[in-house]
C-alpha cells in the first residue's frame, strides 16, 4: 500500500512537471490587448447601423446612405489611427468589378477597404498575416438594397474588431506583416474576399494565418441560452482541394485533424484566453457552420490556413432579417442586441493571437519525421533557419484522440542542431501512437503555429 501512494506520488509528480511549459504572457501582447476600447467598438458599430443599409448592391454615391458612405468613412477611420501612430498604417481601396452572378444582376464595383501594417521584414521573413470582417449587411430578401439594413452583428461587430485592432496595433511594430480588411461581397457570396485572396495568391503573398470575425457581437442565444464567455473558432480538417495523393498521405499518416487551418484553431484556443478573463475559445472541427460559409473559406480553397471566429450561439431573429416588430417578437439585427462588452473579448483574442504572431519568429520549415526505419522511437527533423530571433523549440505531442497538444517539450537550438539541420529524438513514444508537431520560440518567448512533419526518409 505504501509502495503504491509512493508510485502514485511519483507518477502524478512526473507527469506534472513533464506536462506543460508554464504559460505566460508576453508585456507588449498583454499592453495591446488592454488599450482595446469597448467605447471605441461600441462607436464603429452604431456609426455603421447609421449607413441605413451597406447591402453591396446599395447607393455608392450618397454622402449619408449605402455602402459608399459606409466605405468612404471605414476609410477616413484607418487614415486617423494610421495619422495618429505616424502614418505606419497603409490605407487603400481594393476595388474590381464583380461579374453577374446568382446575387449580383449586373457588373458591380466591389470595394474592399484595407489597412497594411507592414513588417519590420527582416531578412526573407515576408509573412503576412490577415484579419477580415465584413462591413456589407442584408436583409430578409438578399438582393433588397433598399430597406433598412443595420448589421450591427453580421457583421459591423466583425468590422469593429478589424478597426479598433488597426487602431491598437498600428502603434506598434511587429516581425511580420498584418493587413486589416473591411470586405464588402460577403452575403452575396463572399466576392470580396475571394477577389482579394485570388490576387494574393498571384502575388505569391505568403500569408502565414488568415481569422474571419462574422457575428461576433450576440450572447443571447434563439434558443434561450445567454453565453458570454465563449468565443466559436472554425477550422477545416481536410482542404477539399486536396489532390487525390495528398488525401492518400493525409489518411496514412492520421492527419486528418492536422491541417494548418486546425493548427491556427489550436493556437488560437492556446493563445486567447491567456489573455482574457473568464473568456474561453471553443475550437469547432469543421470548417464553418453546418453547410454554411464565410470569408475565411476563399483563402482555405487557396491552401492558406484560415479560420473563423463566431458567437457561441446565433439568434436567427437577429440574422438576415427585415426590422419588424411581429407577434410579440423584435427582428433584425439592431445594434442593441450587440454585447460589447462580449465583442471586446472577442477583439482581445483576436489582438492576442495576431501579436502573439507577429511577434514570434517564423514557423520551422521542412518539419519531418525520419521513416528510413522503423523504430519505437519517433525521429524529427527539420530546417535550419535564420529567422527571427530564434531560442529554441517547442516539440508538441499529443494522443491521437486529444484536440489540443498535451506536452510541449522546450528545446534549445543548441541541444538539436545537427550537421543537416535540426533532430529531436522522442524516447519511448511511438509516432504511430502519438501526434507530433514542432513550434519555433522566440528569445521573447513567444512561439508560432505548430508545423505537423511529413515522412521523409
Ligand atoms: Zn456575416
Known sequence: MKFFVLFLLFYILSSIGYAQVPEQTHPTVQEIVDEISEDNIRRIVER????????????????????????????????????????????EYHRFI?????????????VNVVATLPGKLQGDDDRVYVISGHYDSRVSDIMDAESFSPGANDDASGTAVVMELARVMSNYEFDATIVFMAVAGEEQGLVGARQWAADAYRDEMNIEGMITNDIVGNIFGGNDVVDNTRVRVFSEGVNPNATYEELRRIVATGSENDSPSRQLARYVEEVGPLYTTNFDVVMIYRRDRYLRGGDHIPFNELGYPAVRFTEMHENYNWQHQDVRFEEGIQYGDLPEFVDYEYTTNVARVNGAVLASLSLAPPPPTGVGIDIS???????????????????????????TTAPQWQRKIFVNVQDVQSEEGYTYIQKGKSKDNYIFGIQAVGKNGLNSVTVFPAPVR
Open 48 to 91: 455603421l447601423v447609421a449607413f441605413h443599409t451597406r447591402h453591396t448592391l446599395s447607393d455608392t454615391t450618397d454622402l449619408e446612405i449605402g455602402i459608399g458612405a459606409a466605405r468612404r468613412w471605414i476609410k477616413r477611420e484607418f487614415e486617423d489611427y494610421s495619422r495618429d501612430s505616424g502614418g505606419r498604417l497603409k490605407v
Open 373 to 399: 526505419r522503423l523504430e519505437h522511437d519517433t525521429t524529427l527533423l527539420w530546417d535550419h533557419s535564420g529567422l527571427g530571433d530564434l531560442k529554441g523549440f517547442y516539440i508538441c505531442i499529443r494522443e
Open 98 to 110: 464583380a461579374e453577374p452572378q446568382p446575387r449580383i444582376p449586373e457588373p458591380t464595383e466591389i
